[in-house]
């Protein structure tokens, strides 16, 4: 188009040249005509560029989307697969196509491509069944355990106790026995002065307070053989045995299971579990039986349980 335009204008410039050099033949004299000076206009063109076209192309991952601009009539470039956890990468989806887009193929209009994955199976409730087993044999040595050491350290605090009364018991004595020798010498150091009645009283005074203190001593000994008594009745050590009833094989949850605690001794029972690993124990509030049940669940499947036993 702009070459014949040019083609044109060069026309024109020669018209012009011709017709001003034109000469008119008289007879034999040439005379030369002087043309009227013309002026050419020459149209102005102006030549536009179009800028390119522009789409929107929008990329969803779970919801999330980034948008990128191409030309329109050209392909998008691929993204890497994204990922999402617990899920596996399939394909683009054209959302306006309703299928599979070929990123070989251009794009002319906006587009929404969304990415689609496949769920991967859970096997969760596999691992937690194991987690179960392991905690309930976990706490069972742990019972064990803590009852052989509960048991030694009530004996070691029974001989200390012991040790300690026992102590106690010749401290009183030698102070009773130093404090009688203090007064019966400090008697008969004043009765030396004295006339043999006045002995005799004071002799009669220390004999009583001898039997009073006599008494005194006896009563010590009543008391501590009393608490003595006492201290080894409450150390008592009883034999329990905590058996776990599960209908089944394996604990899963939703399960319900049953301990038992099985003893001859006629005691008390106090039910306790923990979520710390028996760093700390909290009591269950009812669960003062032989037996106590509970269903498994999330919440509960990696608690550690014990009874206490009360007498």
């Known amino acids: 188009m702009f ?13 012009v040249i011709t017709l001003s050099c034109v000469a008119i ?42 948008d990128v601009e191409i030309e329109k009539g050209q392909v998008v470039q691929k993204p890497a697969d994204p990922s999402l956890e617990g899920s596996k990468f399939l394909y683009w989806l054209n959302k306006e196509a309703n299928k599979e887009h070929d990123f070989k193929n251009v794009i002319n209009a906006d587009t929404t491509l969304v990415a689609c994955f496949e769920v991967l199976p859970v096997i969760e409730e596999v691992k937690e069944e194991v987690v179960i087993e392991e905690k309930v044999e976990e706490t069972k040595n742990e019972e064990a ?9 009530e004996v070691e605090e029974i001989v200390e106790e012991v040790v300690a009364e026992e102590t106690t018991e010749e401290i009183v004595e030698e102070v009773a026995a130093e404090e009688t020798t203090e007064e019966i010498v400090e008697e008969v150091a004043a009765d030396e002065a004295v006339e043999e009645v006045v002995e005799e009283a004071a002799v009669e005074d220390a004999t009583e307070e001898i039997a009073e203190e006599g008494s005194v001593e006896e009563e010590i000994e009543e008391e501590l053989e009393e608490e003595f008594t006492l201290t080894m009745e409450e150390e008592k050590v009883v034999e329990v045995n905590v058996v776990v009833i599960h209908e089944g094989g394996k604990i899963h949850i939703g399960d319900k299971v049953i301990l038992v605690a099985q003893t001859e001794e006629d005691v008390q029972f106090q039910w306790q579990f923990s979520v710390d690993d028996g760093a700390t124990w909290n009591d269950i509030n009812g669960a003062n039986g032989k037996t106590m049940d509970f269903v498994v669940s999330n919440e509960n499947a990696n608690n550690m349980w014990r009874v206490k036993i009360l007498y």
């Open 3 to 15: 070459k014949k335009f040019l083609k044109a204008v060069a026309m024109m410039v020669v018209m």
């Open 25 to 66: 033949s008289m007879g034999e004299e040439l005379v030369q005509a002087e043309a009227p000076a013309e002026v050419v206009v020459v149209e102005q063109v102006v030549i536009e560029v179009s800028a390119p076209v522009m789409v929107k192309v929008a990329f969803v991952i779970n919801g999330a989307k980034k």
């Open 145 to 153: 355990t803590e009852e052989v050491t509960e048991e030694q350290t």
